[in-house]
């Protein structure tokens, strides 16, 4: 079982910055790929950003240039740094980890972009 610590959420206003965190614990649940998908009201789950631990990164175009995902291996623990974020930005984030074909899910922690 793996379970995550998920914390960064919170309100900001458009044009600034959060930084989200995820750390992934449980036995045999280190060394996989990580990352976040995003759910909207009234829209559909979307990836995010995605790393592998070797650290390739994915990003939706939605996020290219403003968003930038790293992961510390040695904390099973991956971030998501967001900045000039916009008001279309705010939705619930979600820490995922990709093992063996299934997608183990975080809580999820909300994030306001807001005036």
């Known amino acids: 079982q793996v379970q995550f610590v998920e914390s960064g959420g919170g309100l900001v206003q458009p044009g600034g910055s959060l930084r989200l965190s995820c750390a992934a614990s449980?036995?045999?649940?280190?060394?996989?790929?990580m990352g976040w998908y995003r759910q909207a009201p009234g829209k559909q789950r979307e990836l995010v950003a995605g790393i592998t631990s070797g650290r390739i990164t994915n990003y939706a175009d939605s996020v290219k240039d403003r968003f930038t995902i790293s992961r510390d291996n040695a904390k099973n623990t991956v971030y998501l740094q967001m900045d000039s974020l916009k008001p279309e930005d705010t939705a619930i984030y979600s820490c995922?980890?990709?093992?063996?074909?299934?997608?183990?899910w975080g809580k999820g922690t909300l994030v306001t972009v807001s005036s």
């Open positions: 449980g036995s045999g649940f280190s060394g996989y790929p």
């Open positions: 995922y980890l990709l093992r063996g074909g299934i997608n183990y």
